[in-house]
């Protein structure tokens, strides 16, 4: 977990992204991390743009309620500036990125900001998510895991889904992305993620999302997911999916 006096990942991403919340031990670490793997701010620009994507997609299939677990900073593209019209629970398990999030939503009627631990759904407060996502559990809503995923093992990662599965009503979308094998050639950048991080081959992303059903646009990397136009040329460290609860 990120220390309270040290670099925040969230805080990290949004330097990258070209945000203002972030510190200079952050700026820092992040410059850390490129001298040992390279430039990260394109890749991170992807995921971004894949995120943008997949709300816009879940908003036009009639979505209106999104929970996003990992949220990390709420600003520079994130789940309400795409879906303005959509209200957004954001949570994190990280004390601090929780305060900034309340801070930069205050005032805000249709996103919110709370505690909330992916692996257990029971950790999110229920009033916060009776009030932006209404109809949790009885008319569909979108998911958004983006982040996570490789930070669970295999077993946790099926476990978590499939309880979001559960507990999500038919027709409710989870937006979700994979780290590939991309840092394998970069040992230094790799230490610095820590033994809980997880890279997996492209071939293993699909099986691990058990019941949810992925579109038609499978699993592939999120610089290419439903892109008009060309792509930015990065490496394809993340793939992503929009995936669908269907009908039991």
Do not use: K
Not at 36 to 54: N, Q, T, V, W
Not at 133 to 144: I, L, S
Not at 178 to 195: N, T, V
Not at 202 to 231: H, I, K, Q, S, Y
């Amino acid at each position: 977990m990120d220390q309270p006096d040290g670099p925040s990942t969230a805080r990290m991403i949004d330097y990258w992204l070209g945000g203002r919340h972030h510190r200079p031990v952050d700026v820092a670490a992040a410059a850390a991390f490129e001298a040992a793997y390279g430039p990260c701010a394109a890749i991170f620009r992807s995921l971004r743009g894949f995120l943008g994507r997949s709300v816009r997609a879940m908003a036009d299939e009639g979505v209106d309620g999104f929970l996003v677990f990992g949220a990390g900073v709420p600003t520079c593209g994130n789940v309400h500036e795409v879906a303005p019209e959509a209200t957004v629970l954001y949570t994190d398990v990280d004390p601090e990125t929780v305060r900034l999030g309340q801070r930069l939503l205050a005032g805000s009627d249709r996103a919110g900001y709370g505690y909330g631990d992916a692996t257990d759904t029971g950790t999110v407060d229920r009033a916060q998510l009776h009030r932006f996502v209404p109809g949790w559990g009885r008319r569909p809503v979108g998911v958004v895991f983006l982040g996570l995923a490789a930070f669970l093992d295999d077993d946790t990662l099926a476990r978590t889904l499939d309880e979001l599965y559960q507990a999500v009503a038919p027709g409710s979308r989870l937006a979700i992305d994979f780290d590939s094998e991309e840092l394998a050639g970069h040992p230094q950048a790799l230490a610095m993620m820590g033994p809980a991080f997880r890279m997996r081959a492209p071939d293993r992303f699909a099986p691990l999302l058990g019941r949810w059903r992925p579109t038609d646009d499978g699993v592939v990397p999120v610089a290419r997911w439903r892109l008009e136009g060309e792509p930015e040329q990065v490496p394809d460290a993340f793939y992503g999916a929009l995936a669908l609860r269907p009908a039991d």
